[in-house]
């Protein structure tokens, strides 16, 4: 292998020959970053999933005290008719006692229409207490069954992992019964 | 592999192809002759058995792969076309899920040989790092592998390994709906998770070749933890480990097949008989037997760590890296040590106990008055908030499972103990035998819904004592245990303790 390469005593071509190599490596890494570039962007959401549809909602089927599910986005959005205990039990939370510290009247636009993306701020899962017979947790509203997050009747985060209150979707009311999500 | 000094061979059409590829010299030299410790217990079959399963896995895979629909529409229904219709396709199917967990039963055992016996230390790190990313790859493997039958347990399992990415800050949302190809577990996901589980098996092969060739450079280590010397310590591969192996994987395959003829869906869950829905949860999401452990770990976390935390725990681990590597001189004088051990040790309690105390119930504080006090003090402390904390309890749980299989990459530079094996070293058995025992006790934590317990201690936390020890054991014990372990006396030979247990059995007679 030696026989073929310069004699040591020629410095200035080594170095030369060295730079040359490394920048001819530095090309041909940079051209590979490159061309996986539109490999991995393929792997992002396509045109058909971004399109997203806004959906309408009627909401003068939901009697006070229960929770409708609707699907947006392929995720599940929870609409509850509250009472007004459950208004009361919302409103009177002391702030400091919060994970995630919100008022219920930053996170809901008419007090008695509470709606939020059904998916637990942890890993994912869909919190349970849609239903009456749910487990509703220790505080009213919902409860993760995953890693066992409670949350309570404003789906703000009170007990458990999760690290944020439920997340509220952009919405409109379009007239009193009827809201856009979206 | 030099084809320079080889021996011919006598069949003709043997030579005729070694003489222009030297494969069957190859072969002899690293499958015939190549001399293997005489020594070798049942724990050493597990090598062998395990590469027969990743064989038995691509085999059955590659056939359920021409009769599986990767879409959301049709993938439970194919897979349940393969189960009913398809000629002994629930034979194929059950062999491929049943394979799956043994796979990972016998790289248990393989991992549990290696560590009672050493087998990581010098010069076989690397040797142990690629059996590590063996392993890793084998968890991704399955877990890709798990959704494609579009059951519940795979859709929720989907979206909460998924999840993990958020918690990691700023860009993590946008890496889960990169990953998943959505917004939620989804048709795009399905797809590539199939594409995926296709390909890693290959990368696997790949890297089982990788780790035999590195086997194959430094031979294998022994129950005795000593280097073979002479002859005499050696036996050839060929016939006396062939029929070893062949006799351990018959074994072996027999409960295998007891699991596939007699109780097939043991080992799995009845909820991943129902089709994916994402708009219902199942009231109890548990990962396949084979994660509890970790996925203990990952729900062990509840606490957030703040500046005091960290900070502590920083101190704490600059305290380990000058313990395990510093060479004399010392860098740390013992009064230098002893003051970041108290102040380290002080800060991570501190920091524990002060954002602890956001989750204590308000009742409680009421009733014990000093705690009450003690919290308030602390968490007047600036920067003790849960949003001041730079690692959220979320991230926390995630980097500490992630962490736990870290670990074993490590390994070979956190116990520096010259003595290999676990015979001679009786403090590192108990050690080492009470992780094997808290493993298993995560693995039943992990198996149990987040808020139950057991006589009433809760399962919580259980959890976060045996991750504190299956922490403590990498990064504490091991290092301690290289330094002030006293080893009983190493044997001269192999052969001299062989011969020594063969005249002991002969005199009995």
């Known amino acids: 292998m030696t026989a073929h390469m310069h004699t040591e005593h020629d410095d200035d071509g080594e170095t030369r020959r060295d730079f040359m190599a490394i920048l001819a490596g530095a090309f041909g890494a940079i051209g590979a970053a490159i061309a996986a570039f539109p490999l991995l962007n393929s792997l992002s959401p396509a045109r058909d999933t971004l399109a997203l549809a806004t959906i309408e909602v009627d909401l003068s089927d939901i009697p006070e005290g229960s929770s409708k599910t609707v699907m947006w986005r392929g995720k599940p959005v929870f609409i509850r008719h509250r009472t007004p205990e459950q208004i009361k039990a919302a409103e009177s939370v002391n702030l400091q006692s919060l994970i995630d510290k919100q008022t219920d009247e930053e996170r809901v636009k008419k007090p008695e229409w509470l709606v939020t993306v059904g998916v637990c701020t942890h890993l994912g899962c869909v919190p349970m207490g849609q239903k009456e017979s749910d487990n509703h ?10 890693h066992g997050s409670h949350y309570d009747t404003s789906g703000r985060i009170r007990k458990g992992p999760a690290p944020k209150n439920l997340t509220v979707p952009p919405y409109a009311f379009l007239s009193d019964t009827k809201i856009k999500i979206g | 592999m030099a084809s320079g000094n080889r021996e011919p061979f006598n069949n003709t059409v043997v030579e005729w192809i070694d003489s222009r590829m030297p494969i069957f010299t190859l072969l002899n030299k690293e499958y015939g002759v190549f001399p293997v410790p005489r020594n070798f217990n049942y724990f050493w079959n597990f090598g062998a058995i395990a590469g027969f399963m990743l064989v038995v896995m691509i085999a059955t895979g590659l056939f359920l792969a021409m009769h599986y629909s990767a879409d959301t529409g049709l993938a439970f229904n194919s897979v349940e076309r393969i189960m009913r219709d398809v000629n002994g396709g629930w034979l194929i199917r059950y062999i491929h899920m049943n394979g799956a967990s043994f796979f990972f039963i016998a790289v248990y055992i393989h991992i549990f040989r290696g560590m009672y016996y050493g087998s990581y230390k010098k010069p076989r790190e690397l040797l142990w790092i690629l059996g590590a990313l063996i392993f890793l790859l084998m968890m991704a493997t ?24 958020t918690a990691i800050p700023f860009i993590g949302e946008d890496i889960q709906v990169w990953l998943l190809g959505g917004f939620a577990v989804s048709n795009p996901t399905l797809t590539r998770f199939f594409a995926l589980h296709f390909l890693l098996p290959f990368v696997i092969f790949a890297v089982v070749f990788l780790h035999i060739w590195a086997l194959h450079i430094c031979g294998s280590n022994n129950p005795l933890g000593i280097e073979p010397k002479t002859r005499q310590d050696t036996l050839p591969f060929h016939p ?15 409960v295998y097949c007891v699991f596939i003829f007699y109780m097939p869906d043991a080992l799995g869950h009845p909820d991943n008989y129902i089709q994916a829905n994402p708009m219902v949860t199942p009231p109890h999401i548990v990962p ?13 976390i509840t606490f957030n760590m703040n500046l005091y935390f960290l900070l502590g725990l920083v101190m704490l681990l600059l305290l380990l890296v000058d313990f395990v590597w510093r060479k004399k001189p010392v860098y740390l004088s013992a009064a230098g040590g002893l003051a970041l051990l108290v102040v380290g040790g002080l800060l991570v309690l501190t920091g524990f106990t002060g954002d602890s105390c956001q989750r204590i119930d308000a009742q409680w504080l009421e009733a014990n008055v000093g705690f009450k006090n003690m919290c308030g003090t602390l968490q007047a402390l600036p920067g003790m908030s849960a949003e001041a904390a730079p690692i959220s309890a ?9 962490g736990s299989v870290a670990m074993l990459f490590v390994l070979p530079w956190l116990d520096t103990h010259p003595v290999r094996s676990a015979r001679y070293r009786p403090l590192y058995r108990v050690f080492f035998l009470l992780l094997v025992v808290v493993f298993l006790i995560l693995g039943y934590v992990g198996s149990q819904p987040a808020d139950a317990s057991v006589a009433g201690v809760p399962l919580i936390l259980v959890g976060l004592l045996g991750t504190g020890y299956y922490f403590a054991y990498f990064l504490v014990i091991l290092p301690l245990l290289g330094r002030f372990e006293k080893a009983k006396p190493l044997p001269e030979s192999i052969h001299d303790v062989v011969l020594a247990k063969q005249i002991n059995a002969e005199t009995k007679i």
Do not use: H
């Not at chain 2, 890709?144 to 990415?165: C, D, N, R």
């Not at chain 2, 006396?240 to 027999?254: M, N």
């Open chain 2, 240 to 254: 006396y480990y062939t029929i070893k192996d062949s006799f351990g994987l018959l074994v072996f395959v027999l």
């Open chain 2, 288 to 300: 396949e037997w084979y994660f509890l452990p970790f996925y203990a770990i990952l729900r062990a």
């Open chain 2, 142 to 165: 399955a877990f890709l592998g798990y959704v494609l039958p579009w059951g519940q347990m795979s859709l929720w399992g989907a979206t909460v390994i998924t999840g993990f990415f």
């Open chain 2, 394 to 402: 979320k991230l926390g749980g995630v980097l500490a499972m992630f």
């Open chain 1, 137 to 146: 947790g220790d505080f009213g509203g919902w409860f993760c069954p995953c």
